[in-house]
C-alpha cells in the first residue's frame, strides 16, 4: 500500500458542523445537572442505574478512550485510574470497576469529574479544528449518540433514585405536566399484507449498527392503534383485576408479579383514595388523560391481553411510523398526548420483536463492536423514543432494548392486532 495516500478528510463545513454538535451535545449533559446538588450527583439507589457523575465520567471516558488515545498524535492519558473507574462494559479495553458500587465512588470528586470533562473537551475541539478523517468523523459521531442515549438515561436514573426518598423530591419543580391536547377515541388502523423495507443502509446519515442492513420483512395483515394507551385505560385494568389474574400474564411475568407485590405502575401512589404519579416535577395528582408510563414488558403484555389485542412487532410499528412526516419536538420532560401524533418522544413503546440481528448485521471491529452486538440476548425492542429522548435523538429505525422486567425506562403501550 501506497502510504503517501491519506484517508479522505472532512471539509472545512462539516468540521464546523461536527465542531458545534460537539459542543452543543456536550453542553447539554452539563445543563441537566444544573438543578442537582452535589449530593444528588452521586445518588445510586440500584445496581441498575448509575450516579449523574458517573454519567458525565463515562461519556467524557468514552472520547478520550476511542478518540484520544487512538488518533491524537503523543496524546498522554488524563488518569489512568479513570481508564478502570468509566468503563462500562468494554472488555476488549479493560476490567471495571463494580457497576452496583459506582455510589462509593466520593473520589474523583464532581469538581474533578468537570475538569476532566473540560479538559478533554479542548483536546477534542483541537483534534476536529485540525482536521480528521471521516472516520474518526464517524467515531465521533458514535461518541455524541452514546453521548446524548446517557443524556436520558441520567435522568431516568436521577427519577428512580429521587423517588426513594419519602419526601419525593422534584428535579425540576418548574417542568411543565400538563396535558397539551385532548385524549382522542382509541381507533384501531388497519393495513394490508406487503413486504416492507426496514432498517437503514448506515451510508449517510448517522444510525447504530443494530438498524443495519436494510432488508425486506413479510407483513401479514394487522391493525395499529392511533394512539398510546392512556392512564385512565390502565386505570380500567387494575380496577378489573389485571394484576390478581394470572391468565393475563406470562409465566415469568406472574412469578415476577408475585415477588415485587405490584398492584399499579412503579410511580403511582395511592393516597386517602386518590392516586398519585411520580415526574420529575415531584408528586402530582395523576391525569387519566395522558400516556401511561414506566411499566415493563410483563405489564405491557398483560394489559395488551386482557384488551383482547397484542403488542406490536417492531416491523409492524417502524414501517407505520415510517408515514409520520412530522417529527414532533421535544419541549418537555412528561408523555402527553400531541395534536399530530405520539409515535415519538413520549414514550419507548414496547414490542413483541426480540432484540436479535437483522439478516447479515456485522458489528464493528475492534472494541467498539461491543456498543450493540452482545447484548442481543433476553431483551425486546422498543420504539419511538421517549419525553426525555434528546432532540435529535429519535428515528423511526432506531432499536432501544431493555430486559422484560425493567420498568425505570420511560416506556408505554401501543396495540395491535391481527387482521
Given at each position: ?5 491519506q484517508p ?8 464546523q ?5 460537539y ?10 445537572i444544573?438543578p ?8 445510586q ?7 449523574a457523575?458517573?454519567?458525565l465520567?463515562h461519556?467524557?471516558?468514552f472520547f478520550?478512550?476511542?478518540i484520544?488515545?487512538?488518533?491524537r ?6 488518569d489512568?485510574?479513570f481508564q478502570?473507574?468509566f468503563?462500562?462494559?468494554y472488555n476488549?479495553i479493560?476490567?471495571q470497576?463494580?457497576?452496583p ?17 473540560a ?6 475541539c483541537?483534534l ?5 478523517s471521516?472516520e474518526?468523523?464517524?467515531l ?5 449518540n452514546?453521548?446524548?442515549q446517557?443524556?436520558?438515561?441520567l ?19 418548574e417542568?411543565?405536566?400538563?396535558s397539551i ?7 384501531m ?13 448506515g451510508?449517510f446519515?448517522?444510525?447504530f ?7 425486506k420483512?413479510l407483513?401479514t ?7 398510546l394507551?392512556s392512564?385512565a ?5 387494575i ?10 400474564w ?7 408479579r ?13 393516597r386517602?383514595g386518590?392516586?398519585?404519579?411520580y415526574t ?8 387519566p388523560?395522558?400516556?401511561l408510563?414506566?411499566?415493563n414488558?410483563?405489564?405491557?403484555q398483560?394489559?395488551?391481553t386482557w ?5 406490536p412487532?417492531?416491523f409492524?410499528w417502524?414501517?407505520v411510523?415510517?408515514?409520520e ?5 421535544n ?20 414490542t413483541?420483536s426480540?432484540y436479535q440481528?437483522y439478516?447479515?448485521?456485522k458489528?464493528a ?9 452482545k ?14 429522548t ?6 423511526t ?20 392486532e391481527?387482521r
Amino acid at each position: 500500500m501506497n502510504s503517501s495516500i491519506q484517508p479522505p478528510s472532512t471539509s472545512a463545513g462539516q468540521t464546523q458542523v461536527l465542531l458545534n454538535r460537539y459542543q452543543w451535545v456536550r453542553g447539554q449533559s452539563e445543563a441537566l445537572i444544573s438543578p442537582l446538588s452535589i449530593e444528588d450527583c452521586n445518588l445510586q439507589a440500584a445496581a441498575f442505574v448509575s450516579p449523574a457523575k458517573w454519567h458525565l465520567a463515562h461519556t467524557t471516558w468514552f472520547f478520550e478512550t476511542f478518540i484520544l488515545l487512538q488518533h491524537r498524535h503523543d496524546y498522554q492519558v488524563y488518569d489512568e485510574h479513570f481508564q478502570y473507574l468509566f468503563n462500562s462494559y468494554y472488555n476488549g479495553i479493560g476490567e471495571q470497576f463494580s457497576r452496583p458500587n459506582r455510589h462509593l465512588l466520593s473520589r474523583p470528586t464532581l469538581d474533578q469529574i468537570q475538569h476532566y470533562r473540560a479538559d478533554i473537551d479542548d483536546q477534542m475541539c483541537s483534534l476536529i479544528t485540525e482536521g480528521i478523517s471521516n472516520e474518526v468523523a464517524q467515531l465521533i459521531e458514535l461518541g455524541l449518540n452514546h453521548e446524548q442515549q446517557h443524556q436520558e438515561l441520567l435522568l431516568m436514573d436521577i427519577k428512580y433514585c429521587l423517588f426513594q426518598n419519602p419526601l419525593y423530591p422534584a428535579y425540576d419543580a418548574e417542568l411543565k405536566t400538563d396535558s397539551i391536547a385532548p385524549l382522542r377515541p382509541l381507533e384501531m388502523l388497519e393495513y394490508d399484507e406487503q413486504v416492507v423495507s426496514i432498517g437503514r443502509e448506515g451510508t449517510f446519515d448517522f444510525c447504530f449498527d443494530n438498524e443495519t442492513p436494510k432488508h425486506k420483512t413479510l407483513l401479514t395483515p394487522f391493525a395499529l392503534a392511533n394512539r398510546l394507551v392512556s392512564n385512565a385505560e390502565y386505570l380500567q385494568f387494575i380496577s378489573d383485576g389485571g394484576y390478581d389474574n394470572p391468565l393475563l400474564w406470562l409465566s415469568d411475568g406472574w412469578s415476577w408479579r408475585q415477588q415485587q407485590k405490584c398492584s399499579a405502575p412503579y410511580y403511582w401512589l395511592k393516597r386517602d383514595g386518590r392516586w398519585f404519579e411520580y415526574t420529575l416535577a415531584g408528586l402530582q395528582p395523576l391525569n387519566p388523560n395522558q400516556p401511561l408510563c414506566h411499566i415493563n414488558y410483563y405489564e405491557a403484555q398483560a394489559f395488551a391481553t386482557w384488551s383482547g389485542k397484542r403488542l406490536p412487532t417492531e416491523f409492524e410499528w417502524e414501517w407505520v411510523a415510517n408515514k409520520e412526516i412530522e417529527m414532533p419536538k421535544n419541549e418537555r420532560l412528561h408523555p402527553h398526548y400531541s395534536v399530530d401524533n405520539d409515535f415519538f418522544h413520549q414514550v419507548w413503546q414496547w414490542t413483541q420483536s426480540a432484540y436479535q440481528a437483522y439478516p447479515g448485521y456485522k458489528p464493528a471491529a475492534g472494541a467498539v463492536g461491543e456498543y450493540n452486538g452482545k447484548f442481543m440476548t433476553n431483551q425486546y425492542v422498543l420504539k419511538g423514543g421517549c419525553a426525555l429522548t434528546p432532540e435529535g435523538h429519535v428515528r423511526t429505525t432506531y432499536r432501544n432494548f431493555f430486559y422484560p422486567q425493567d420498568f425505570w425506562p420511560m416506556t408505554g403501550i401501543r396495540l395491535a392486532e391481527d387482521r
